[in-house]
Structure formats: structure tokens, C-alpha cells
């Protein structure tokens, strides 16, 4: 699905050039649940805000079930992404003006859905997250765990084929971020791709593999096991 | 997609309350200020295009050079023969103003204002509508009246006034032969009744249709469609010629001036009444312009500045398959709306307030929503202001990189230098318009207070009736209104100061050879012994007449040189090449005929300095001050004691009631006719002041929200700042720094314009304030404006400052 090659992103200040991507290889298949890990500054945001189409790299290339999309203007990008990609951010970014239900709807007001169809939808991935209850609510009404489950109502609206998480936990307890983790796990077992960023060792263990990532270079992939085995492959 | 904008624009709206209510208020202020001018523009450009033919029509108007006239109204004989040698000319039509006049009507006397004595074809002309009578024939014979509705209704009520009679000034039995509609008040003409042209010889005198001395017939012409009007205009110092001799086209010119243009374009000498001009229109189109762009300001800066708070919708938006242009399309719809909301109210001040614009100026200002004009200017603009408000902010919000905004990165940097740059530009504009309206206030109150050099304090002028013997009528008045205790003194002169005096003749210095060359065109003012000591004129030189000197006789052929005496002004002291001093014993030769056989050899007694006559706007003339002569203007200056004016006004209606009994008395403080000449600058000035002070409160306004935002901004670095031992003095001068550079240097920029654009505003003047007089408007302008900013800023970085750190800090 995702095949980076040598990717490298530099961010330029005046005077001073921080790498935070620096040659990322890395192979992604459709249906895999990849975590991405690391300590604070390795890149793991950079990294999926360029999976992502977000950013774009500043060398490399990065084919997208199949295409080359790294000179690819923002244009195409964000049409890529609209069909393809959705994203769950730590801190939810909902939109605080809008309810729920108006919330899961927004990416399908992008699709051009038809309204009964998109009422439908939104009705049945409310409940598929089971946030239907608080449709009418507004963001500032809910809990944390409540939050991140209709963002993740509005990631999975569209049917994407590549859903992006960025430390979708973070910023929850640990009930719910159990309960994200096993949505983003039944996302995952209807055969979407996951990748999701974290810093929990814990957490990654929902994962088919984990990626290490040190100053902006990619240390290791773990492919973990049911058994919780793992065989490392040293980059 | 629509309903979802909509949704999100009006919980935007409502979930910010100070942020729309800031906006919606300062863009409703100025759209309503652009409504208000925009309805009085339209006015003021619609004088006199309701007539049929107005692209045709012109009026003729002459200079003379000598006297420093340029006169809107001209002789008799010029209109009918233009038409004469000018076949092009397709028709010609006269109206005299007459103004006042004492009506008799069944014995009871009535005094009218607004009549006019015009040719009979003038209702063809103008195309006048008749409600009664024929306009073939309703000015044909000279007894002949035709009224307007109002004013047939205010003489006969509800009785036909078809075939009444009325008497006019004691002199003529008229009879009303048609009513007419009453004439607009969109016209530079005035006119409620008219008399026909046949009668002019029968009031004054058979030759007045011959007089070219006679200079009081506004003369139309109509030309054919498409002819240029300069192509006659360039015959017309032949046809001076032609008819006056070579010297008259040295000494003048006639001129055409389109009939739509000359409400905004002519100020001439004895208009119909005090014109506009294009200055004022296109100063209240500037101004009302400024609000509304220092509205549309406040719109960009508070939503740039909002910017952090929409950054994550952006984002996400942008994440979940936005495009920019959707984002550009969903921005500026809120702003349009947000203009939608903004025009509702604007309206609404609109209909409150326009009345009382309207009776301001006295003016018949409309605006109706019915119409479907109204309605698509009201759109058109709704759309426009949103655009233009909007457009900055769309295209900047929708550049957010989503991966920066949702990370809560600023992308703040080049918006907030634009941001500066806007608040400099409203202060700017906001601080010329304060100087602007400080100039024109201290020019009006230069104007009021000015040493006009006499004193017209106390002073009752009224005119005196024309159809009477000048010395019977004033002689016993004078003798009988001094006598009570409460008068000081009653003078006669042609005309009374505030008054334009337009009379004049040629002079030549004793022994000069009598050309055309020699004689010098001065103005003259006609006026009794007393006049100088009345009005407490002090002489450079000489003295004032003595009672013999202002009885002379009339020359003629037995006696074709008389002697006469005059007072010059020092500027006519100096046309001769005169000191004061030197002019005294001098002798100043007046020719009386055209064929330059009769004369009046005036012996200068004295000379008074110049004075402001008529309003500031006009320069000194020179004047030569003689005695009364009956064929000039009558009026009367009655001083009263100081105190209680009663008893004396009391004394003055009865006395002439007594005495000149066919005439109702028409007095007036001399104060009030010098209030009356600046009247309209005046109400100009206030509107002005009106509508600088509302450019202010919106820039201030905005200055407020700005002043918000970035405080809230700075909530953190506030606590921190605190924590670290800063005090709430401390705070405050750190927020206010930055604002008050930005105005320091608004006003570095807005003096020097200010200065350029009110030197050339103060060019109108003849007299202008001096610079001393206006120069602390600069620095009080930078003070208010400061202050309005210090106090707006302070307002907000005061409770930030003062709320505990520990708050501020866990606001992240």
C-alpha cells in the first residue's frame, strides 16, 4: 500500500536545519496495524503527517497504492487523502461549534453524499462507536474517551483504507484508551491499515508490527506475534 | 454543504459575542453613513435633470472684469438678441427674481416671498405642469399671475383662485390666470408665483427692456440635440461687440453653463440662492467611504487575529478533504453574511436617523426599500462589503498548513504585520479627520468672531419699500424710531452688511481723459451721513458727509456736471494711487450717461479702511461710498440699546406701521443674516464632525477587539511575566507599548495630509483662520486619539493584569 523510499524532511529556519526525517525506508501492506514509536523529537509526527499527505517530504519517494505521489501538487494531494485517509489526532480536534452527529457528517459534506444517505452512515458509525446517544452534543459536553470515539467516528465515515492515529490514547485513561485501541483493532480486523503513533509499549502491543524510530531515522521493526514473540530485524 | 457553512457561520457568530457584535455594529455604522451620503449624493446630483430637455438647456451668464463680477443673472436685451443673431438657438426664456413682495389682497396686506416675473414661454420651456389654466396664454397679458398649488393654497384656502385679484407693492391689480405644480425643490431655481414680462415696463419703465445696466434676468436657451454648446460660447465676444462696442468684450464675457450643472458647479455673483458643490459631494463621499473601510478593517484585523481560533476547524477541515477553495467560499460566505446582518441594522439606523438628516440639512431626503433600486444597491453592497471584508481573511485562513495548525503552531507572522499596517491606516484616517473637522470648526468660529471692521451688534435691518419717495418715507422713520430711548440711531444705505453688494460704476481722477481705459469699475455703496458713526467705522482720513452732501442733484443737459462727495475704502484710495491722507480734496469724476455727457464730480471727504462686508468668503473690495440714491436697494440698520429688545421692536413695528402702512415691516437681527451666510457651511461642518466622530468610535471600536485578542493571546506570557514580579503597571505599559507606536506613527502620517488637504479646503475662503489658530488641533488630534487608544487597551490589559497568574497559567 505504502512504500517509502530514502525519505527525508527538513524543516529550515533562518539560520539553523533540523532534520526530522533522515533516508526512512519502510514498507507498508494493506491490512497491517503498524505502531510507530519513539521518544519525544524522533520524527514519529512527521512521519505520519507525510503518510498522511500533510507535509511533503524534502527528498525521497513516496508511492501510494502504487502512484508516486511525492511531486504531486496540493491539489491531488488532498484529493488522494479525502479518498483514502483518515486521521485521529491526540488531542481529538473536534470541531467545537458543531455536535457529534454534525462532526462524523463533515468528511462526507466534502464526498458531496446526499443527505439521507450520509444521515445513514453517520447513524451507523455512531453506533458502531457508540457515541449515537450523544449525537445532538456538543464536544465540550463529552469526556475525553467520549471525544476520541467520534473522532474516530469521523475518521472511519468515509471508509478509508488507511486510517493515521497519532497518539490516539494520549490524552485518555486507561479504560479509554483500551477502548479506542480494540475500535481501532476491529478497524483493523475488517481489513483496514493502521498506523498509529505512541508512546505506551503497552499499546503497541495492539499492533501486527512496531516501528522505532531514533532522530529521525527508523531504529528497528518488530513484528509482533500472538505469543507476544518478537523477532527483530536491525536496521 | 451550504446549510452546514450557514450553520457553522451563525454559532460563530453567536459564540463570540464580542468579536461579531464588534463587527456587526462598526460595518452597520458605516454602511449606514454610506446609505445617509449615498441618498444625499443622489440628491445633490439630481438639481434640475427633471426638465424635458434639460441636456439642452444652458444658462447665460456675464463677467466684468472691472468690478470683479461674474453674475448669474444678465440684461434684458442679451436673451432676445442671442436668439435673434444665433438661429441655432431653438428658444430663450427670461425669469427675474423678485423675492419679496407686500401683497393687498380685499384690504388686507400680505407679505410673499419666492415671486419671479418671467416670459410667457417659460412654462413651454421648463415644461411647467398646469393642475388649472392654459400655459399658452396664462402669462400673455402684463396683469397676468400664475401661482404655484402651495402658494394659490396659502392666499385663497380653499376658494378657486382663478380669475381673483391681488394687488402687488400698491402698484398693480394682478389676476390668477393658472396654478401650477409646485416646483421641486431639487431646482437652483425659486420660484412660487409668477408674473408675466409684459408688466416690466409698466414697473420699471418703458426703457428697462433696452437697459444693459439692468443685470437681474436669469436667460435660459434651449439648443438643438447634439449641438456643442462651446461652438456658440466662441461667437458670443462677437456678439458683445456686435451690440456693446469693442471695450465690452474687454471688459467681460458672457459664458454658457449647462442647466444640470449649475447647482454644483456655479457660484456667481446673485445666484438664485446658495448653490452646492461638487467639494461637498465629493467630501461626504470620501468620508463616508472612510467609515465604511475602516469598518471593513475592523472586520479583517478581528478575524486574522481570531485566526488561532479557527486554525484547528481549518485543519481539520483540510484533513478531512477540504479543499481551498471550499474554505475561501465557506469564509467569505460568513463574511457576507456577517455584512447581510450588518446592513439589516445599517438600515434600520437608517430609517431612524435619515429624518432627522434630512430636516438638518432641509432637504427632502428618501430612502424606501420599496423600491426595487433601493433593494439592489442594498444587496449589491451587502455582497461588496463581504467580499471586501472578507477576501483577506478567507485567503489567509485558508493557507493553513493542517499539519502545523493542528499541532497548535502559529501561522501568525505575516498577518500580524498587516495587521499593524491596517490599524495605522484607520488611525490615520481617523486623526486627519479629527484635524479636518477641528479646521473647518475653527474656521467657522474664525468667521463669527473675525473683526469684520464696524461693529453690527445690536443691529435691526430691514428694507425699505421701493415704490415710495425715498426721502418722505426714511426722513420721518429716522426721526420717529431715534425718538424712543431704546434706539440709538437709524441709518439708511443701499445694501446692509452680510449683504453681497453687487452695484458699482466707473470713476475716472480728476483731469484724466474720460476712455473706456481710464475708467476704473469700483463698487459703490450708497449711505447717509450717519451710516460711518452707526456702524462705529473709524476714518483713516477725513470725515463723513455732511446733511447737505447727501441731498445732490441729478445731472442733465442744462446741467451737465454736478458736484458730489464720497468716502472711499483704502482700496479704492489705492486704485487711484492714493494714500489716505493724499486723497482727501481729491476729485473723482462719475460718468452718468452712456455717451459719457453727464457726470457727477465727487470730491473725496474721507477714507475708512476696508471692511468685511458681505461673508468672509468674498475678498475686500474697493468701494466708494456715496449718497443715497433713489434707484438703488432701500434698507435701514436700526441700533438698539443694549438689554431687552422688546420694548424697542415693539416701538419699531408700530412706528412703521404708522408710517408706511402699505408695507408690512420684514426685520431681521443683523446677527442672524450673518449667521444665515454660513448656514450651510455650517450644517456642513456639523455633519462633518458627525461623521469623523463615528469614523473614530469604529476605529476605536476595532482597536477594542484587537486589544482583546491579544491580550487573551498573551494571557500566559501575562502570568508568566507576573510570576516573574511584574506589576499590573507593568503589564499595562507592555501591552500598550505596541498600540501606541502604531498611533505615534499614524499620526506621523496623517499631519502633513491633514495640513495639504485643509490648506486647499481653507483656499475656498477669501479670509481663512491662520495656522496659529488651528495649529493645536494636530497635537490634540494625536491626544484623543492616543487616549481613545489607551484607554480601549488599557480597559482589557488591566483585568488581565490583574487576574491571578496561576489562572492564566493553566489556561493551556
Redesign the interface.
Known sequence: MIELHDISKAYRTADIETTALNDINLEIMSGEFIAIMGPSGCGKSTMLNVLGMLDTPSSGSYRFLGEDISKSSERHLANVRKHNIGFIFQSFNLIDELSVAENVALPLLYHKIPLADRDKRVQEVMESVNIAHRATHRPQQLSGGQQQRVAVARAVVTGPKLILADEPTGNLDTRNGEEVLDLLGKLNADGTTIVMVTHDPSHAEHASRVVHMLDGRILSENVVDLKQKSEARHV | ?FR?YL??AL??IA?NPLFSSINILGLAIGLACCIIITVFVGYELSYDKQWTNADRIHRVTRDFYGNDLRLAPIAPPIGPLLKQDFPEIEDVTRIMDVGDVTLRKDGELIQEDNFAIADPNVFDFFNLKFIIGDPGTALARPTDLVLSQRMAKRLFGNEDPIGKSLNIMGQMDLTVTAIIEDIPDNTHMRFEALLSSAAIPMILGEDEFESWGSNNYYTYIRLPVGYNAAHLEERLPDFLIKHRGEDAAKDGALHLQPLTEIYLTSNRDAEWRVNGSYAVVYTFSAVAFVVLLIACVNFMNLTTARSTQRA??V??????????R?LIMQFLGESILMSALAMLLAVAIVELTLPSFAAFLEKPLHFSLAEPESLAWLLGGTLLVGLVAGSYPAFYLSHF???AV??GASEAGSSALLRRLLVVFQFATSIVLLIATGVVMAQMHYAKNVDLGYDKSRNIVTGLPFFSDLWQTYEPLRTELEAHPDIESVVFSSRVPSMQNLDGSGYVAEGEQITPDSVLGIADIKVDAHWFDHYKIKFLAGRTFRPNEVRIETPSKENPVVKGYAVLNESAARRFNWTPEEAIGKVIRQPMSRDLDLFIDREIIGVIPDIHFSSLHDKMKATVYAEPNPNYARNLSIRIAPGDPTAAIEHIEKTWARLVPDSPIDWQFLDDQFEARYRAEAKQARMFAIFSLFAVFVATLGLFGLASFTTERRTKEIGIRKVMGASVKDIILLLTADFTRLVLIANVIAWPVAYFFMQRWLGRFAYQAPFADWAWLFVASALVALAAAWITIALQAGKAARSRPVLALRYE
Do not use: F, T, Y
Open positions: 454543504m452546514n450553520k457553522i454559532r460563530n459564540g484547528k476547524e485543519g481539520i477541515r483540510k484533513v478531512v478533504g477540504a479543499s481551498r471550499q498548513r493542517p499539519a493542528l499541532k
